[in-house]
């Protein structure tokens, strides 16, 4: 290769490990080299479409700033058409500011479709009392004979007097033809892009993504949808790669950020995406993931090795009647194995308590507007959200580097699946590459990925 980049060198046999275990690095190997070499086609060739256009849920693009008659601008980081379940809207999402939102509050403002069709613009955001706001959206009633095609232009007009003033025009678009199809969707789950930073391979995106997609595969998600940032070529190839499997089955879309004001690096991306995926997935799935990173697994108190998560949340939401609008879930901090590249949940070691961290949480979609990442910000009227009893119902979240010295507890409840979750992995990435029984060497490209991984915020605020 002439990319002159740092790389990560790991070296194994399989020899050396336990059955399910080689299995699974096997498997994960195999995503690795696969997201090596298409960096190398990139490098050497320029860049690929390597997406299925049937894999591609969206492109998001910069928008044309809206030109107010005030003479300020609106910014619109995203367009999203949502027609599904008897619904027909566009919704058009922008990062929250309590000054623009009292002042657009008390404006009216229009959206007109190209047939002619004028609609009053619902707004969201700050109508609620819940903190940490970081999204705002306004809802466009689309006419339901002009649902056709993938992309719709959207002309915004502002009152001003007995008149109203155009302000221009957005493109909403989103692919109606995925192998996944429109659902309806039991779960589904935002994913961020892969990453990893040099010398802390405990942390690797590329080594948990693959795992943790295969987990909530196993206990029902049945529509992942995955976000990539062109300007991150690196986690871009990467995250495709390791993907691909879930893509060819159904199982996953991709949606492709093409915007100056996002990246890995750049911007609120996290909060961003999670907005963004709510809006492609509402009113096609019963409950949502938005937020759980790759090192964060569900688990409830019966479960089994097939158990599926939408049924166990059907039954904790029962006794409060249909007017749920999501599940917080505490989380207990586990020690990484001791092994990098051992499966995630094969870890025993966890802090003795609760970790005094801002909650997680599980969204049923059609019933909220906006998210934070650890609750929702926007909700339908009348809606509550209920806190799991964390002996019930928890997130294992696996970021604490092991430390002999450090006070801790055995926990073992997860470690069960680690067989069956190995050989899950082995049969959906085998025939990525081809094996001997030599020792084997790869490399992960770690040179763009510069930032700072995604912490947990310390709650120093009271809970909603």
């Known amino acids: 290769s002439n990319v002159k980049t740092q790389r990560l060198y790991y070296s194994m046999t399989s020899a050396s490990m336990a059955p399910e275990f080689a299995l699974w690095c096997r498997a994960l190997l195999a995503a690795a080299v696969a997201a090596s070499l298409l960096e190398e086609v990139h490098a050497r060739r320029g860049p690929r479409k390597e997406i299925n256009p049937h894999w591609r849920l969206a492109t998001v693009r910069d928008q044309p700033d809206l030109q107010r008659p005030s003479g300020t601008n609106l910014s619109i980081s995203s367009a999203i058409p949502v027609f599904a379940n008897g619904e027909s809207y566009i919704a058009l999402l922008q990062p929250f500011d309590s000054s623009l939102w009292e002042e657009l509050l008390a404006i009216e403002h229009y959206c007109v479709s190209p047939g002619g069709k004028r609609s009053r613009v619902e707004k969201w955001g700050g109508e609620s009392a819940l903190p940490q706001k970081s999204y705002m959206a ?9 649902q056709e095609g993938d992309c719709h232009t959207v002309i915004l007009e502002e009152a001003a007097g007995n008149t109203t003033i155009s302000m221009g025009s957005i493109r909403a678009c989103q ?26 391979i405990q942390d690797s995106g590329f080594l948990e993504l693959p795992q943790w997609l295969e987990y909530y595969t196993i206990h029902g998600v049945d529509q992942f949808v995955i976000y990539v940032f062109s300007n991150s070529p690196l986690e871009r190839h990467a995250t495709l790669a390791i993907a691909r499997p879930y893509m060819k089955t159904g199982l996953a879309t991709v949606v492709e950020v093409k915007s100056s004001r996002y990246s890995l690096h750049i911007g609120d991306a996290q909060n961003f995406i999670l907005n963004d995926c709510l809006y492609r997935i509402r009113h096609r799935a019963r409950w949502l993931l938005p937020a759980l990173t790759p090192d964060e697994y569900l688990h409830f108190g019966e479960q089994l090795e097939g158990s599926k998560f939408p049924a166990a949340l059907d039954t904790r939401m029962a006794p409060w009647g249909d007017n749920v609008h999501s599940m917080l879930l505490d989380r207990y901090r586990f020690w990484h194995p001791r092994d990098p590249e051992a499966i995630k949940i094969t870890s025993e070691l966890r802090e003795p308590q609760i970790a005094s961290l801002c909650p997680k949480y599980v969204v049923r979609p059609h019933l909220v507007q906006l998210l934070f990442v650890h609750w929702p910000t926007s909700v339908a009227p009348g809606m509550v959200a209920v806190a799991v009893d964390y002996t019930d119902m928890v997130v294992n979240d696996y970021r604490r580097i092991a430390n002999d010295t450090s006070e801790n507890v055995t926990d073992n409840i997860l470690i069960g699946e680690a067989g069956h979750m190995a050989r899950q992995l082995w049969h959906r990435y085998k025939g990525l590459l081809k094996w001997t029984n030599t020792q084997h060497r790869f490399a992960v490209n770690t040179a763009s990925a510069s930032a700072v991984h995604d912490g947990q915020l310390e709650c120093l605020f009271e809970q909603p």
């Open 138 to 146: 306004w809802h466009c009633a689309w006419p339901v004979e002009e």
């Open 175 to 200: 692919n109606s033809n995925t192998t996944a199809g429109s659902g309806p969707f039991a779960m589904a789950a935002c994913v961020m892009p892969a990453r990893e930073l040099p010398g802390e």
